[in-house]
């Protein structure tokens, strides 16, 4: 049976039963994947013809999504002719995801319940800018955190925002200290930054999501691209302010940032703007067209302003977001 791979317009001979993922990489097609086990939906891609199934065997029951069906490549056995489309084949990344020991180097506070955790692995973990680790600070305690940095010398940086009545959120601010060794396993996740994208990039963080923002812009600046780079970071008040300093710098030194700090409510401060920071990128992007954009934080906040985008015209395949949806069990 044939599967044809689109835009890049393979055509694979392919037995009934093999995994999706398997194939793809067996004949050298490039896709991003990490996890392999359905978990970061690194893999995910458009099953554009024909029927394919769960890798349980059921057809699959993935639901549709604006008409189109995603799966899984990881996740997904090949059952009869059909033809799927891979995201970006020029924006691949492959960082197969391990599981390394990891020491904590410090912890400190950024807020009144922001954390700053740095951990230290034995080697560097190789990442995309903006993708998360999950971090097992106990027993039965796992839960994903996102990099805040780059990642070259095997330091890993986290912004934890401690949740009252948070088992894994609480058992860091009480009992982690410095030299504890915590388990790492990644990294997961698609929300990373496009590299080979030249137009202007928005990226939006709530709170803690100025993690994986931070991450995103510090690679961008790195890799030396020029593109116009807005950050909006929304905080519900001036007391849950972080990493102002650490934007601003980055600002000063690359005339193609612009920061936008936008604060819900109590703001007196001129150089920051009032309200919630779906409204300020409202006011500022009538028409969006051509721009892509990241998105990190409260899930809330992360629904709206990815409604907001695709109305101003920012295709939803171009908007690359993770809401930190509670996952503990
Ligand atoms: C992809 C991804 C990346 C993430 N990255 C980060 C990150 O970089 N920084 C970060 O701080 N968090 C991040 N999170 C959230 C994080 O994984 C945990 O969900 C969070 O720290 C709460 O864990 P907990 O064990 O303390 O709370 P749990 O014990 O799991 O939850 C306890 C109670 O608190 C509620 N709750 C959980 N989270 C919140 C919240 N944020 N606000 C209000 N109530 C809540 C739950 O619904 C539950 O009722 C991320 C989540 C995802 C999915
Ligand atoms: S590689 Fe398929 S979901 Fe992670």
Request: proline content about 7%; charged content about 20%.
């Amino acid at each position: 049976m044939e599967l044809v791979v689109s835009p890049i317009n393979r055509t694979l001979n392919v037995k009934a039963g093999a995994n999706l993922l398997d194939v793809l990489r067996q004949n050298d097609v490039p896709v991003s994947y990490s996890c392999m086990a359905g978990r970061c939906g690194t893999c995910r891609c458009k099953v554009l013809k024909g029927k394919v199934l769960e890798a349980g065997g059921h057809e699959s029951q993935t639901p549709m999504v604006t008409g189109d069906r995603f799966v899984l490549a990881c996740q997904t056995v090949l059952a009869e002719d059909c033809t799927i489309e891979i995201p970006e084949p020029d924006e691949v990344v492959v960082h197969p995801a391990r599981i390394a020991k990891a020491t904590v180097v410090a912890i400190e506070d950024l807020t009144h319940d922001v954390k700053r955790l740095l951990l230290q692995l034995p080697k560097p973990l190789s990442y995309s800018p903006g993708q998360y680790v999950q971090l097992q600070v106990g027993t039965g305690l796992v839960r994903p955190y996102s990099m805040a940095g780059v990642g070259a010398d095997g330091t890993l940086e986290f912004h934890i925002r401690i949740v009252p009545d948070g088992r894994c959120t609480q058992h860091i601010a009480k009992n982690l200290q410095p030299g504890a060794a915590l388990r790492v396993t990644g990294p997961l996740g698609t929300a990373y930054l496009r590299r080979n994208h030249a137009g202007p990039m928005i990226c939006i963080a709530g709170s803690t999501g100025l993690a994986p923002i931070l991450s995103i812009v510090r690679g961008a600046l790195a890799h030396g691209m020029t593109n116009p780079i807005h950050v909006y970071f929304g905080v519900r008040a001036p007391r849950d302010l972080y990493g102002e300093e650490w934007l601003r710098e980055l600002a000063a030194a690359h005339s193609n940032l612009k920061l936008h700090v936008v604060i819900t409510t109590g703001n007196e401060h001129p150089g920051r703007r009032s309200g919630l920071v779906t409204e300020a990128v409202a006011a500022d992007w009538a028409d969006a067209n051509g721009a892509r954009a990241y998105v990190c934080g409260p899930p809330a906040m992360v629904e709206a302003t990815t409604l907001l985008l695709q109305q101003r015209g920012v295709p939803r395949d171009h908007i690359y977001a993770d809401a930190f949806y509670p996952t503990g069990t």
